[in-house]
């Protein structure tokens, strides 16, 4: 049974930075490609970046530049290194893997 456990969250302020981390089970990350998304309450979820089994990134527009994504293979975990925070990234930030959802972590960005 695959399984993501998020943390890292927490109430930040605007220009500060958070890094968020999730541990998975039961699929080896550094196999799959594995992303964090986000959402909003009410509104579609929103890819923020995604890590390629080769290492290779992609992010959402609202994430480029400010934001990195990276895996520890050895531990099994993934990473969201989120700098230069911003209210509109307030969102609960989920892993998502082998078609399976963590449960997220909430980050709120005050102004």
């Known amino acids: 049974q695959v399984q993501f456990v998020e943390s890292g969250g927490g109430l930040v302020q605007s220009g500060g930075s958070l890094r968020l981390s999730c541990v998975a089970s039961g699929v080896t990350l550094q196999f799959t490609m594995t992303a964090w998304y986000r959402q909003v309450s009410g509104q579609s979820r929103e890819l923020v970046a995604a890590?390629?089994?080769?290492?290779?990134?992609s992010f959402g527009d609202s994430a480029k530049g400010r934001f990195s994504i990276f895996r520890d293979n050895d531990k099994n975990m993934l990473f969201l290194q989120m700098n230069s925070l911003k209210p509109e990234d307030t969102a609960v930030y989920s892993c998502h893997a082998a078609n399976t959802w963590g449960n997220g972590t909430l980050v709120t960005v005050s102004s």
């Open positions: 890590i390629h089994p080769s290492g290779r990134t």
